[in-house]
T-cell receptor
Framework: KNQVEQSPQSLIILEGKNCTLQ??????????LRWYKQDTGRGPVSLTI?????NTKSNGRYTATLDADTKQSSLHITASQLSDSASYIC??????????????FGRGTQLTVWP | DADVTQTPRNRITKTGKRIMLECSQT?????MYWYRQDPGLGLRLIYY???????NKGEISDGYSVSRQAQAKFSLSLESAIPNQTALYFC????????????FGDGTRLSIL
């Protein structure tokens, strides 16, 4: 069964600290893995997209890693800010050649950054 | 202006009523999607459309219908709303290529009493 599991479910950190969110998946065949940020009351916004051949990709203070062998990904947030408080969603796309395949969504990690 | 616009943003209605949620986009994407988000659950796909003449059911299409009026417009209807359809609904668009992101609207919060 194709699944995407995220941990932890929620996380509280102090402003300025770093944190790492985890994503494990069983989706096969694999095409790419996406991380989205969803602010309260808003739609998800894409942070990174990584294909099978990419081990790491950064977007500002956000760095995603991918280990396609163990089917694990992490999202590392550096020097957190209050505006990082959001839900972070891991999404895995099944392989459908060059076109976008079915997407499998994790339940998200709710991050709260305290001043 | 937002690239993907959903209307209304909030709606409260009664069981048995017919409801239409609308989505319009200015990104020029062919693909459009409707998702439902419930607390503690991941986004679930209701319907999707790859172009104006193409409509496909997603994971949870029962109780819903859609209409793709134009490339830029995709609406979701609940023919006879029931309380367990209370949820946050998102419209999204994308290009067809495998490595392109989806672009989401800001959602419609629907409450059915």
């Amino acid at each position: 069964k194709n699944q995407v599991e995220q941990s932890p479910q929620s996380l509280i950190i102090l402003e300025g600290k770093n944190c790492t969110l985890q994503c494990n998946y069983t989706v096969s065949p694999f095409s790419n893995l996406r991380w989205y940020k969803q602010d309260t009351g808003r739609g998800p916004v894409s942070l990174t997209i990584m294909t099978f051949s990419e081990n790491t990709k950064s977007n500002g203070r956000y760095t995603a890693t991918l280990d396609a062998d163990t089917k694990q990904s992490s999202l590392h947030i550096t020097a957190s800010q209050l505006s990082d408080s959001a839900s972070y969603i891991c999404v895995v796309s099944a392989n459908r050649g060059s076109t976008l395949g079915r997407l499998y969504f994790g339940r998200g990690t709710q991050l709260t950054v305290w001043p | 202006d937002a690239d993907v616009t959903q209307t209304p943003r909030n709606r409260i209605t009664k069981t048995g009523k017919r409801i239409m949620l609308e989505c319009s986009q200015t990104k020029g994407h062919d693909r459009m999607y409707w998702y439902r988000q419930d607390p503690g659950l991941g986004l679930r796909l209701i319907y999707y459309s790859f172009d104006v003449k193409d409509i496909n059911k997603g994971e949870i299409s029962d109780g819903y219908s859609v209409s793709r009026q134009a490339q830029a417009k995709f609406s979701l209807s609940l023919e006879s709303a029931i309380p367990n359809q209370t949820a946050l609904y998102f419209c999204a668009t994308s290009e067809g290529a495998a490595n392109q992101p989806q672009h989401f609207g800001d959602g419609t919060r629907l409450s059915i009493l």
